[in-house]
C-alpha cells in the first residue's frame, strides 16, 4: 500500500523565516547600540580629557604668574594693558580709514574724516577699562543717508575690546588678591644653612647616648612688637632614593613608586648589559615602551625601579607656644632616626638606646648616616599681629650636613638693657663641639660648592 504524501505547510517555514530575520535583526541592533555605547564613551573621555588639558594650563599659567614678585607682576601688567591698547587702537586706527565718520572725535574744528593715532588710542584706552568715553567715542549712525548697518564693525569691536578688557581686570585682581594673601601666609623665619651634628666630649652616655642633630631657626621680625608666632610647629621629613631590582611582571605594583624625572620618562637598563628601555610614570600609571629587549643572562627581564621613601624624623621639641626670637630644633641619631641603616639602629636598641662607643667618631658617623636626597624642615602657626595662617619651609641636602659642630647663640641684650633681641649675623656661626671632633670646615664649603655649581 502506497503512503501517502506528507503535505509541506508553507505557512510554517515563512513564520521561522520572520522570526530568524527578526532575531538578527534584534541582535544587529543590540550591536549598533553597544557600538553607540562605546562610541559615546570614548567621545565622553575625550571631551572630558581635553578639559582636562584646558585647566591644566590655565593653572599653570596662573601659578607662574602668581610666582613672581610684586615689582615683576606690576610691570607685567602694566605692560600686557599697553599692548591690548595699542592692537585695539591699530585695528580702530585701520576701521577709520573704511568708516571715517564712525569714529568722531568731540574737538572743535577736528577732522572728523581723518583721526589721529591719538585719537585711536585715547577711544582704545577708555574703552578697554571701561572708564567712560570722553574727547573721541564711536558713533551708532554714520549720518550716511540710506546706508545699511551703519558701523556695526566698530561697534563689534569696541563690544569685544570692553569684555577683553573687563576679563582682563577680573583676572589681574583675582591675581592680586592670591599674591597678597599668599604673602601674608608667609613665615618671615630664616633657617639656618648647615646642619649640625653635636657630639659629646665624654663619648655616648645616659645624659648624652646619641649625637645630635641640630638646625637653627630665627624669627626676622623677633626684634619687633607683634612679630611673633603662636603655636608654632614643626615637622622634618626625610627623603631617600632606593634603587631595587624588579621583574617586568611585578612592575605594575611598583608603579606608584617611580621616580619621574622633569620630562616625565626615565631610563632603565634590562638585564645585565642588555638593551635600555624608557619606563614613562603618571598620574594614572606608567607604561613601558620596549622593543626586542631580552636578558643576556638567559633570566627573566628586570629592570631597577627608583622608589622614594618619606620617613619622619622625630624631634625633641617639635611645638613652640609663643615663638618670639629664635628656635634650636634638636633631632637624636637613635633607634628610631631615618638618617641611619638598620644595622646601626638595631646595635643602638640592642645597647639599651645608647650609641656604641666604637662607632662614636666624626668618620664613622659620616659613612653610617643615610645618603638621603632631601630633608625637609616645615614650620607653621598664627601670625601675632595679623591673625592669618603662616608657614616657611627649608630644604637640606645630604652635603649640608657638618659633624662634630654646634651653633653659636644668637640672642644678645638690647642696649637699652630691656629685654633681649636676635644677632642675625651669628645665625650661621658654628665652632668645634670639643678640640678635634669636627670635620675640616674647608671640606664642608667645598662639598656645598660643588653640589650648588
Known amino acids: 500500500m502506497q503512503a501517502a504524501p506528507v503535505a509541506i505547510n508553507s505557512t510554517d517555514h515563512s513564520t521561522e523565516a520572520q522570526l530568524l530575520h527578526r532575531r538578527n535583526d534584534d541582535m544587529t541592533e543590540k550591536q549598533d547600540d553597544e557600538e553607540l555605547g562605546i562610541d559615546m564613551s570614548e567621545e565622553i573621555e575625550r571631551r572630558e580629557h581635553s578639559s582636562e588639558q584646558s585647566n591644566e594650563m590655565v593653572s599653570r599659567l596662573f601659578n607662574s604668574v602668581n610666582k613672581l614678585d610684586m615689582r615683576r607682576l606690576f610691570v607685567l601688567f602694566l605692560v600686557s594693558y599697553i599692548l591690548w591698547c595699542t592692537f585695539f587702537a591699530v585695528v580702530l586706527m585701520l ?49 550716511i543717508p540710506n546706508k545699511v548697518n551703519d558701523c556695526i564693525i566698530v561697534g563689534i569691536v569696541i563690544s569685544l575690546e570692553a569684555f577683553i578688557g573687563i576679563l582682563f581686570a577680573g583676572f589681574s585682581g ?21 646642619i649640625c651634628v653635636e657630639l659629646g666630649s665624654g663619648g655616648p652616655s645616659k645624659e648624652k647616648p646619641c649625637p645630635v642633630v641640630t638646625f637653627k631657626i630665627v624669627n626676622m621680625l623677633g626684634n619687633t612688637k607683634g612679630g611673633e608666632i603662636v603655636d608654632a610647629s614643626l615637622s622634618c ?50 607604561s613601558m615602551k620596549s622593543g626586542s629587549t631580552t636578558s643576556e643572562g638567559g633570566g627573566p627581564e628586570s629592570v631597577t625601579v627608583i622608589q622614594r621613601t618619606f620617613d619622619k624624623a622625630n624631634l625633641r621639641t617639635d611645638t613652640h607656644p609663643f615663638f618670639e626670637l629664635d628656635w634650636k630644633v634638636k633631632h637624636d641619631l637613635d633607634e628610631t632616626s631615618p638618617l641611619l641603616p ?7 636598641k640592642d645597647n639599651d638606646g645608647i650609641w656604641p662607643s666604637h662607632h662614636y667618631n666624626k668618620e664613622t658617623i659620616r659613612s653610617a648616616l643615610t645618603k638621603f636626597g632631601k630633608l625637609i624642615l616645615s614650620i607653621g602657626g598664627t601670625s601675632q599681629s595679623s591673625g592669618a595662617s603662616v608657614s616657611g619651609r627649608r630644604v637640606y641636602l645630604y652635603e649640608d650636613i657638618i659633624i662634630g659642630w654646634h651653633f653659636n647663640e644668637t640672642l644678645e641684650e638690647r642696649e637699652d638693657g630691656k629685654g633681649l633681641r636676635v644677632d642675625f649675623s651669628a645665625l650661621n656661626c658654628i665652632n668645634e663641639c670639643f678640640e678635634g671632633s669636627g670635620e675640616a670646615i674647608e671640606d664642608y664649603r667645598d662639598k656645598r660648592k660643588d653640589k650648588t655649581a
Not at 638598620?342 to 643602638?348: D, F, Q
Open 342 to 348: 638598620r644595622w646601626l639602629r638595631e646595635e643602638i
Open 95 to 143: 576701521l577709520s580709514y573704511i568708516e571715517p565718520t564712525c569714529i568722531s572725535p568731540y574737538e572743535v574744528g577736528a577732522d572728523e574724516d581723518n583721526i589721529t593715532f591719538h585719537d585711536a588710542f585715547i577711544l582704545s584706552w577708555t574703552t578697554f577699562s571701561t572708564v567712560g568715553y570722553g574727547n573721541v567715542s564711536p558713533q551708532v549712525e554714520s549720518g
Open 174 to 194: 583675582a591675581i592680586l588678591f592670591t599674591k597678597l594673601v599668599s604673602m601674608q601666609s608667609i613665615a618671615h623665619v630664616e633657617f639656618s644653612e648647615p
Open 237 to 286: 621629613f626625610v627623603i631617600t632614593r632606593h634603587y631595587n631590582r624588579k621583574s617586568r611582571r611585578s612592575l605594575a605594583n611598583v608603579a606608584a613608586g617611580i621616580d619621574v624625572s622633569s620630562n616625565g620618562e626615565n631610563r632603565f637598563s634590562l638585564g645585565s648589559g642588555g638593551r635600555s628601555s624608557s619606563i614613562r610614570g603618571t598620574l594614572r600609571g606608567f
